[in-house]
């Protein structure tokens, strides 16, 4: 049996022990959401388990992985916890939050068993073998150890804090997802009624967590240096339990903006609670006493349910400062992203869109036309304006340089910046600050709504003319992860889109009650009954003996709505192709119902984050992208367009390079089943299709 085998196996054998946990019960026509999520990040497990991906990619999936689960408890878990003690209601599959929580757990325990195998005995030994180690302090010599010694006392021990708990000490307030050593000490001579007392140490976050010895790839965790010297923290008292622990609290911001007389500071007032949410999971190691872990659970207010016991290192994205090592054997082939050709003529990039669109499919093209479409705009004397909604631009935005540059040169420039941008508030908080001082006039969104639509309009005086030009996309306007999330990206000089792009800013920015767009399909205002009416038109082309057919690819699929409309199409015998990365709450395959869907998930080097969707229309096929999901907040509380693709060049090349190849994909794709599990495609003598390698493979650098 071949290694990835093996492996396979372990998985499948861990998920056996979850089976009688059932994803979706024979009464619902749905899949619930919470546990089609943990399907998810058990397909990102999967690739951290294949022995095919260099040793540094896996640990890379091993922290995704956990940093997709501090997520999940921080804002899904967390806020059925919040339903249990408040009007609980039922999920649309049917549960309650109690029979959710249960089943959350319930799955994720054997998953997180794996995970921590997988680190322990196989990605950190294979790195060994490599030269580099994470070394306990026991096995260190005197030498190393009076080193590390010197370290603790010079640069940690003055920044350690221990918190103890007694009468006069209350229970400390722990933020979130820090690492802590939770210590039990008593005095070296105790009185007889003198009893054992908790203290918490928090590892300093500015510290790194991986401490080198002897300048090498050798690494000592800096719990256990701290640990090793705990005594220092507590003179005169002896220590008899030491061990890390961690708390992931409810990190949701809700924000009552009808009562929020500035949006900025609203957002920077619960910023600050954030800090302060309940208690939602804790980890504990292994080796800690279960009166101590009682303690905790106590104190935190937690259920039995909430406790994770870890046998080995808490905190695994920490871990991934080994990926910065100068070791490129044990990572991913570099590629280098390319640029269409008729973008490296020399020719203006306005020159070039005034006759042609250019559609962009990062990261395998680069997201550089982009950067440049906005630099070039605010260098050129002609351009009058610049308009930009920005959701996630990341820590160094040459994006907002661009505008900042754009205005010192006098352009009216307007961005809409999404305050409440989940986990990227405070980054925008800076970035819109800036802008400010810089003249660029920035508003916040609409009343009630998040504005998650990209788009990027330009107005330049070309002559007696002024004319629009446009880029539309699936992904942040953020270079960084342009290079590891795939989306799609249109620059056009249609002046249909630039006429529909304009009154949506003047519907972010001012009172437009606009209804009605050319082109764009826009939420709230007209994208769910426009899909519907797409969807029934498949229905009544299939009906009358033309060509009908759906095709979907998005990152979520929740909306019960949609999901019954598309159900629907299937009993009417139109067939349905999804590929869904994530969450899906369609069950597709049942008899009477969803016969004629098929789900499919690719999990891979990148993540997987355009939208498009298909639809064959009689044999005059219609293909729309853009920036929403099919689900509830996308449809009905989120500002979100798709648009056209019109140009039949771009149209042969999405069905080929998007949908086409992801469909054949028998190497990272992931079938859905009825009962809402995934299995593989079992290769016998087909020729095997990796659809991201296939598209990386002109950009790889050899």
Not at 408 to 428: H, I, M, P, S, T
Not at 558 to 581: F, H, K
Request: glycine share 4%; with cysteine.
């Amino acid at each position: 049996m071949r290694a990835e085998e093996k492996v396979i196996k372990k998985f499948e054998e861990a998920t056996k022990r979850i089976e009688s946990s059932a994803i979706v019960s024979n009464e619902s026509t749905l899949i619930n959401r919470e546990l089609s999520w943990i399907e998810f990040n058990s397909r990102v497990l999967e690739e951290a388990l294949s022995p095919a991906h260099p040793l540094l990619e896996r640990l890379k999936f091993l922290s995704i992985f956990s940093t997709n689960l501090d997520e999940f408890f921080m804002v899904r878990v967390s806020g059925l916890q919040e339903q249990l003690d408040d009007n609980p209601t039922l999920s649309p599959d049917g549960l309650s939050p109690a029979s959710q929580l249960r089943l959350i757990a319930e799955r994720l325990r054997p998953l997180l068993d794996l995970h921590m195998r997988c680190l322990t005995e196989q990605v950190l030994p294979g790195l060994e073998e490599h030269g580099v180690k994470i070394v306990s302090y026991t096995e260190l010599n005197e030498d190393q150890r009076d080193e590390l010694r010197t370290l603790y006392n010079d640069r940690i021990f003055p920044i350690l804090t221990p918190l103890s708990v007694d009468p006069s000490h209350p229970f400390p307030y722990i933020s979130n997802i820090s690492l802590n050593l939770g210590t039990v000490v008593i005095p070296e001579n105790p009185d007889e009624d003198e009893s054992p007392r908790f203290a918490r140490v928090k590892m300093p976050p500015k510290l790194p967590r991986l401490i080198p010895v002897d300048g090498g790839y050798n690494f000592v965790l800096l719990e256990e240096l701290v640990a090793a010297h705990i005594g220092s923290l507590f003179p005169g008292m002896q220590v008899l339990e030491c061990q890390p622990f961690r708390i992931t609290r409810d990190a949701d911001i809700e924000i009552e903006e009808d009562e929020a007389n500035d949006l900025l500071k609203t957002v920077e007032r619960q910023l600050r609670q954030r800090r302060f949410g309940f208690a939602a999971r804790l980890e504990v190691t292994s080796g800690m006493t279960p009166a101590t872990v009682e303690m905790l659970r106590t104190a935190l207010d937690l259920e039995e349910q909430d406790v994770y016991t870890v046998d080995g290192p808490l905190n695994i994205p920490d871990l991934m400062m080994l990926y910065k090592l100068d070791l490129p054997e044990l990572k991913d082939k570099p590629f280098t992203p390319t640029v269409p050709q008729v973008l490296r003529s020399g020719e203006s990039i306005f020159d070039v869109l005034r006759h042609q669109d250019i559609l962009l499919y990062h990261p395998y093209e680069s997201f550089g036309p982009v950067v440049e479409f906005l630099r070039t705009a605010a260098k050129d004397p002609n351009v009058l304006a610049i308009k930009q909604t920005l959701y996630r631009v990341g820590p160094d935005s040459p994006i907002v340089e661009a505008l900042i540059e754009a205005s010192n040169q006098g352009k009216q420039v307007a961005v809409l910046v999404e305050l409440k941008a989940r986990f990227d508030e405070e980054n925008n908080i800076l970035w819109a600050r800036r802008m400010e001082q810089a003249g660029v006039h920035v508003v916040y969104g609409v009343l009630g709504l998040k504005t998650h639509a990209k788009m990027a309009l330009v107005i330049r005086q070309e002559g007696t003319t002024v004319r629009r030009y446009v880029h539309l996309g699936t992904g942040n306007y953020n270079p960084a992860t342009a290079r590891i999330y795939t989306d799609l990206g249109l620059l056009t000089s249609n002046p249909d889109f630039g006429a529909d792009v304009s009154e949506l800013f003047n519907f972010l920015t001012g009172y437009s009650k606009q209804e009605h767009y050319r082109k764009l399909m826009v939420a709230p205002v007209n994208l769910r009954p426009s899909i519907t009416k797409l969807i029934h038109r498949e229905i009544n082309h299939h009906k009358a003996g033309r060509a009908a057919r759906i095709q979907a690819k998005l990152n979520s699929l929740t909306d019960s709505e949609l999901i019954q409309e598309l159900y629907a199409a299937s009993t009417a015998g139109v067939p349905i192709d999804l590929i869904v990365r994530g969450v899906c709450c369609l069950r597709p395959g049942v008899p009477g119902l969803s016969e004629n869907i098929r789900v499919v998930s690719i999990v891979g080097r990148f993540l997987e984050h355009a939208r498009v969707y298909r639809f064959l229309n009689g044999g005059n096929e219609e293909i729309y992208s853009g920036s929403a999901d099919l689900m509830n907040r996308n449809m009905d509380r989120r500002v979100e367009i798709l648009f056209p693709i019109e140009d039949e060049r771009l149209k042969d090349r999405i069905r080929r390079d998007l949908i086409d190849l992801q469909l054949s994909d028998n190497v990272r794709t992931r079938w859905l089943q009825p009962d809402g599990k995934y299995i593989r495609p079992i290769l016998q003598n087909e020729k095997p299709i990796d659809c991201q390698l296939s598209m990386l493979a002109p950009a790889l650098i050899s």
